[in-house]
């Protein structure tokens, strides 16, 4: 990959001179009922909108027009479940034929355009299928992932007030089946929102028990409509109205409801599919996330689909079901030509199989690519990967509020010279500056805040859900004229990014985003706990985990070690398992600067054993040898 022959700068060249040719461009590749009358009309919205007086559906771009053109008998989703030993393939005119009845069973529930419905459900195709429904009939999704707990699910409740709830009885982690009815029931207990209906899919592996007057059963309802011959035709919606709402962690224990408009979403997947991921339709895509996660939104769900190729829904891990090689067999299986995954997952491979012996095993001829992302790739990681696969190892970042990547190597223009450590360059959309905190530029290798030039580009977020307010605040304010990615780096001579960390109190465990505020929020509930703070201390695997300190108050009955125990808990049912909060360290106190700020930064340093000095605002630099001397205590 020399990249001389890629296309890319010529690509960034044209979007960088016209902005909104570009895009109108990209636009031809969409049905619309109605073309846009604006390409960008700055003065709609918080910022601006894109596609303004379009009207379209994303169901529709998803499966209607493939089954009109022909991909009818193609298969469009593919179920590989090793945690139930299930698989399934679904068509394009089987999935639509799927979707067009759940969307009747949800309109006879009364969910029409603009209404919100929330899907609280594992990795199956009926999660798909849901999602689908609700862009069918115009209604605005909300997913949210299965390891959440009760309360973070009566959170987004509270904020989405859904008209109707889809869900499961149960979600299946290996070794272990975890009942969702009772999580769903206590979620709607602690709402001060509360659904007209459920609909609930019983699994064998757990069914649980109806609420008389709310719950109904998800399979005796579609096949009810089924026979009735109900189905719903897609509704027009225009562009910019919201497909979906995705919450995401902030810097408080409150999420943010991410909002994704339908027209700018459906030109800026479709764009990157061919342009980023290098894929043509008819082939078969495959990113090994999960449905509540934005990744999921993308590229398990609308990119794939909205290009014609096939998609793949694993219902299983990268190790342990059954071993390290779950992640070959699938690509094998299924002629993957690429796959999109978190770094952590290939640590978690190479840890377990660090020769990839069982790679051996499979044939991975038509694999052409593996993608990285949701937190930083480490070059050891990318090294192994490209060493093992022999094909290339792409890393690219983005966020959820983007919704696509803000910087990759774009393989379908032509694959840029890799750099380890750095997701390559900004696609085009995007102008990435390095700035200091005056927002004035910094030098090239210089670390500073990364932002965005405004406006962002179609499929980023138009505003947080009803919050414009907070929207600004959290993104605009701060850099004038930017987008604040809340992302630390520094772009090289070749102009590559290299996105370090986070500048806020976000962290990333095992790709997942979660926010160290929230998790304080939980420990400081406590009745024992004066106070806490929480730090993401590295982890060989899960890249980063979080670490929990309290300052017990005085008089406490237990042991610390009691004590210590009860924190874990508190945030599993709090915040769930997906937080992974193993580790709670009481202390007799935590370092501060004079002014009272608690010295995070360097707690983390102390922890993570790198290099530190000692702040010269600090109260009480004996503080800072006791957290020493406590995580030692701890054995980390
Ligand atoms: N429902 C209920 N619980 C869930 C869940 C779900 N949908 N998903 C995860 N959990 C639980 C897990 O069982 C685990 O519980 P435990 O503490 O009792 O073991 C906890 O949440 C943490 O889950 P996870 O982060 O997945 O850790 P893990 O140790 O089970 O697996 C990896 C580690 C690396 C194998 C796994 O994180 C992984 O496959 N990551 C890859 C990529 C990915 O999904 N990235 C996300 C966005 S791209
Ligand atoms: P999420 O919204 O869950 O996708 O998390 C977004 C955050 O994950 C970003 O702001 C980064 O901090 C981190 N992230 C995602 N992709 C990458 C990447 N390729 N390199 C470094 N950090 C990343």
């Not at 999935?95 to 209404?115: Q, Y």
Request: proline share 6%; glycine share 10%; with cysteine.
């Amino acid at each position: 990959m020399t990249g001389q022959n890629s296309r890319y700068h010529n690509a960034y060249a044209a979007w960088q001179r016209d902005p909104q040719a570009f895009w109108a461009e990209a636009a031809r590749e969409i049905d619309w009922y109605e073309p846009a009358k604006t390409v960008f009309d700055p003065k709609a919205g918080v910022y601006g909108h894109w596609f303004v007086g379009a009207s379209c559906n994303t169901c529709h771009n998803t499966l209607d027009r493939h089954v009109a053109s022909g991909r009818g008998a193609q298969a469009a989703l593919i179920y590989d479940s090793p945690v139930t030993k299930a698989k399934a393939t679904f068509s394009y005119a089987q999935m639509l034929e799927e979707v067009k009845t759940l969307a009747a069973v949800l309109r006879d529930f009364g969910v029409g355009k603009g209404d919100r419905v929330v899907i609280y459900m594992p990795l199956v195709p009926e999660a798909v299928f849901a999602m689908l429904a609700c862009a069918r009939l115009g209604a605005v999704h909300s997913v949210v992932f299965g390891g959440f707990a009760a309360k973070e699910l009566a959170t987004r409740i509270d904020d989405a007030e859904p008209k109707v709830i889809l869900s499961a009885s149960c979600g299946i982690e290996p070794g272990r089946v975890v009942a969702y009815k009772p999580l769903l029931d206590e979620a709607i207990r602690l709402s001060s929102s509360k659904p007209s209906a459920c609909l609930i899919l019983q699994r064998p592996q757990a069914e649980a028990a109806l609420t008389a007057g709310r719950d109904h059963d998800w399979a005796q309802a579609v096949a009810a409509a089924r026979a009735a011959g109900k189905s719903a035709d897609c509704v027009p919606v225009a562009a910019t109205d919201p497909l979906y709402i995705l919450y995401t962690s902030g810097s408080t224990g409150r999420p943010k409801g991410v909002v994704r408009d339908n027209g700018g979403h459906m030109v800026a997947l479709k764009w990157s599919m061919k342009n980023l991921y290098g894929v043509e339709p008819g082939e078969v895509f495959w990113a090994a996330s999960d449905v509540g996660w934005v990744v999921g939104h993308s590229y398990i769900v609308y990119g794939p689909l909205l290009h014609g190729a096939t998609t793949i829904l694993y219902e299983g891990k990268p190790v342990g079901t059954p071993d390290a090689g779950a992640f070959w067999r699938v690509i094998a299986e299924y002629n993957c030509v690429t796959l999109f995954t978190a770094p952590t997952a290939f640590r978690a491979i190479r840890k377990e199989d660090p020769q990839a012996k069982l790679l051996g095993q499979y044939d991975l001829s038509k694999f052409r690519a593996l993608f990285l992302a949701g937190e930083r790739a480490d070059p050891d990681t990318v090294k192994w990967a490209e060493d093992t696969l022999k094909v290339p190892v792409i890393d690219h970042w983005w966020q959820t509020e983007t919704g696509w990547a803000i910087a990759g190597n774009p393989l379908g223009l032509g694959a840029l010279p890799v750099k380890h450590g750095s997701p390559t360059v900004p696609m085009p959309g995007y102008d990435v500056q390095i700035v200091d905190e005056a927002c004035h530029p910094v030098a090239a290798n210089k670390m500073g805040s990364i932002v965005v030039r405004m406006p962002l580009p179609p499929g980023c977020l138009p505003t947080l859900w009803r919050q414009d307010e907070r929207f600004v605040e959290s993104y605009l304010g701060e850099f004038p004229g930017y987008y604040k990615t809340a992302d630390a780096g520094f772009k090289d001579d070749d102009g590559y990014l290299f996105i370090m960390g986070r500048t806020d109190d976000i962290i990333n465990v095992a790709g997942h985003r979660l926010s160290t505020g929230g998790m304080e929020e939980v420990l400081a509930s406590h009745p024992d706990v004066a106070e806490c703070a929480v730090i993401g201390i590295k982890d060989a695997m899960k890249g980063e985990v979080p670490c929990g300190f309290a300052v017990l108050k005085s008089g406490a009955d237990r042991s610390p070690a009691e004590i210590e125990k009860e924190l874990i808990t508190l945030v599993r049912d709090k915040i769930g398992p997906v937080a992974a909060f193993k580790i709670a360290i009481t202390v007799a106190r935590l370092p501060k600067t004079r002014s009272g700020k608690i010295l995070r930064g360097t707690m983390k340093k102390i922890a993570d054993g790198d290099a530190w000095t000692m702040p010269a605002t600090i109260d009480d630099p004996a503080i800072l040898d006791e957290i020493g001397g406590a995580l030692r205590s701890h054995g980390l």
